[in-house]
């Protein structure tokens, strides 16, 4: 069931969504060669204590961190480890948290150091599909509306959009419906109203975008290990188009 949210409802997601925002800028500015993703979900840790928010990740389906820490070909849900970054990796940071009984999620796709130039097509092709995904966030549009957009814009460029995973609405749970594919047929699905909160997460391979799991038991990897990488905003369907929640 898709849930519209009341106006005191919307005023605590912004603020969860302002907060979660403000700890990923924290987070990304610590991304560097040499640091392990252990100690970024510990910085995670420290971000949750000091902003008074629950971590909403840690426990959830048995995952074991605050942070999803996902490095080149693994595409979502990567646990944290002793595993030290290098030049030339992508992160994917995820996060989210739950403030005052309500949720914010949130993901960016980070280069380590020097990526080569494939790599940079990759993340900015990706987070632009997110982009102009939310332009298509408006009341009266359906679900298939933004799948499209994201498949055709993704495609045309010459990478894939990863079929086995999706968005989702979100609240006072941290997944809710609808999913949302990031693929599909325009006027297709369920239609988008105002009050509704969803977040829409493109996830982009340069190879196939068949997926597996991981040697950690959570992550989701392409299939041929070909990088991939991925993008998520929480957002609000307004009365006349939509409000990014996770904006800085």
């Not at 990567?78 to 940071?93: A, C, E, F, R, T």
């Not at 999620?105 to 280069?111: F, V």
């Not at 982009?131 to 799948?147: E, F, M, S």
């Not at 499209?148 to 999706?166: A, H, P, S």
Request: net charge neutral; hydrophobic share 35%.
């Amino acid at each position: 069931m898709i849930s519209i949210k009341t106006e005191q409802e919307i005023k605590i997601m912004r603020q969860a969504g302002k907060i979660l925002a403000q700890i990923m800028e924290e987070l990304k500015s610590n991304v560097r060669p040499g640091i392990t993703t252990d100690d970024l979900d510990k910085l995670a840790q420290g971000l949750v204590l000091k902003y008074k928010v629950e971590p909403a990740f840690l426990g959830y389906g048995d995952f074991p961190k605050t942070l999803c820490t996902s490095i080149n070909e693994n595409i979502v849900h990567q646990v944290p480890s002793d595993y030290i970054l290098k030049n030339g990796d992508i992160l994917s940071l995820d996060m989210g948290i739950k403030y005052q009984g309500y949720h914010s999620d949130m993901a960016i796709t980070i280069p380590v150091g020097e990526i080569p130039d494939e790599t940079k097509v990759l993340l900015r092709i990706t987070k632009k599909a997110l982009n102009i995904a939310i332009k298509k966030v408006r009341p009266g549009n359906t679900i298939g509306d933004i799948g499209n957009t994201i498949q055709r814009y993704v495609e045309k460029r010459g990478f894939n959009v990863v079929r086995e995973l999706c968005g989702h609405g979100i609240g006072k749970e941290l997944h809710e419906d609808p999913e949302i594919l990031n693929y599909g047929k325009r006027k297709s699905g369920e239609k988008l109203y105002k009050g509704m909160c969803v977040c829409l997460e493109p996830m982009v391979a340069i190879g196939d975008a068949k997926i597996k799991k991981s040697n950690d038991g959570f992550a989701f990897k392409t299939i041929d290990d070909s990088l991939s990488a991925h993008f998520e905003h929480t957002i609000l369907v307004t009365e006349h188009g939509s409000e990014v929640l996770t904006k800085v």
